[in-house]
């Protein structure tokens, strides 16, 4: 699976996608699909950087819920 790593604390440039083993799922835990995510940097009490991440929406075909996430229509992906 693909997963964003955080290799150090000075901003989302330590941040690495790389590829790593799936979870195993045990009791007591559960594997989550993640979406969407904020990364938020606090330097002394102050907001001093914030970053959506935001995975592709999935099309009309490959919704399981066969709603789109966001607004009223499945983006077009061509």
């Known amino acids: ?9 000075s901003g989302y440039k330590d941040l690495k996608l790389m590829d790593i083993p799936k979870p195993a799922v045990s009791d007591g835990r559960v594997l989550v699909n993640i979406t969407a995510a904020d990364i938020l940097r606090i330097e002394n009490g102050l ?14 075909e490959q919704s399981k819920s066969g709603a789109p996430m966001f607004g009223e229509n499945f983006p077009n992906h061509e």
């Open 47 to 60: 907001l001093v950087e914030h970053r959506d991440v935001i995975q592709g929406e999935a099309t009309e």
């Open 1 to 9: 699976m693909r997963a964003m790593r955080a290799e150090g604390f």
